[in-house]
């Protein structure tokens, strides 16, 4: 296992720099390599925007976090998901390229929204910060998503899955980092 600093990749996502993004990725895979590993996860959904720069640059494989929530939904059933994750991330293509090769349909939140989500994400969730009314605004949101036919929400960042399961929910939920790490231990016991 090997990352970069969380500030080093919000300096480049907060300038837009995909390619430094990939850069900080693919430093750790070269590292990783180095040291014997057999495949690479990244499980930090966000930073997946720059998976397309990293894989063609990468002779390590990689097993993209979205693949594994596609897969997921298709098992059950999914026909429309709501995306949830940082303002970043939901605004990107990470998900949407993902699911519409699978068939699946997605909605993402509105613009004030995904900025709440963000704002919740990197000023309380990171730092172990779990308010009653920052849950209760994923909740609402999801809710709003399902009144509009979604029948699943994609946990789209590690730290969602802190404070929203299927427990509390309005929707069924695809846990992004569960599946992952479901899809690494697979892959490592086929090798």
């Given at each position: 296992?090997?990352?970069?600093?969380?500030?080093?990749?919000?300096?480049?996502?907060?300038?837009?720099?995909?390619?430094?993004?990939?850069?900080?990725?693919?430093?750790?895979a070269s590292k990783?390599?180095?040291?014997?590993?057999?495949?690479?996860?990244?499980?930090?959904?966000?930073?997946?925007?720059?998976?397309?720069?990293?894989?063609?640059?990468?002779?390590?494989?990689?097993?993209?976090?979205?693949?594994?929530?596609?897969s997921e939904a298709?098992?059950?059933?999914?026909?429309?998901?709501?995306?949830?994750?940082?303002?970043?991330?939901?605004?990107?293509?990470?998900?949407?390229?993902?699911?519409?090769?699978?068939?699946?349909?997605?909605?993402?939140?509105?613009?004030?929204?995904?900025?709440?989500?963000g704002e919740i994400?990197?000023?309380?969730?990171?730092?172990?910060?779990?308010?009653?009314?920052?849950?209760?605004?994923?909740?609402?949101?999801?809710?709003?998503?399902?009144?509009?036919?979604?029948?699943?929400?994609?946990?789209?960042?590690?730290?969602?899955?802190?404070?929203?399961?299927?427990?509390?929910?309005?929707?069924?939920?695809?846990?992004?980092?569960?599946?992952?790490?479901?899809?690494?231990?697979?892959?490592?016991?086929?090798?």
């Amino acid at each position: 296992m090997h990352t970069h600093s969380l500030a080093d990749y919000v300096d480049r996502l907060d300038r837009a720099d995909i390619d430094g993004v990939g850069d900080l990725m693919l430093s750790s895979a070269s590292k990783l390599e180095r040291a014997g590993a057999d495949f690479l996860i990244c499980p930090d959904n966000t930073i997946h925007q720059a998976m397309k720069y990293v894989t063609c640059r990468s002779s390590m494989r990689w097993l993209h976090i979205a693949d594994g929530v596609a897969s997921e939904a298709t098992a059950r059933g999914y026909k429309r998901v709501a995306l949830t994750g940082t303002q970043w991330l939901v605004e990107s293509e990470v998900y949407p390229d993902k699911l519409a090769a699978a068939g699946i349909e997605y909605i993402r939140p509105n613009k004030d929204e995904r900025q709440r989500m963000g704002e919740i994400i990197m000023e309380e969730l990171v730092y172990g910060i779990f308010k009653p009314d920052s849950i209760a605004h994923f909740q609402k949101v999801i809710e709003r998503l399902k009144q509009q036919g979604c029948d699943a929400v994609v946990l789209g960042c590690t730290e969602i899955p802190l404070i929203l399961n299927d427990e509390n929910s309005p929707l069924p939920t695809l846990d992004s980092t569960r599946l992952l790490a479901r899809a690494a231990l697979d892959c490592a016991l086929r090798q």
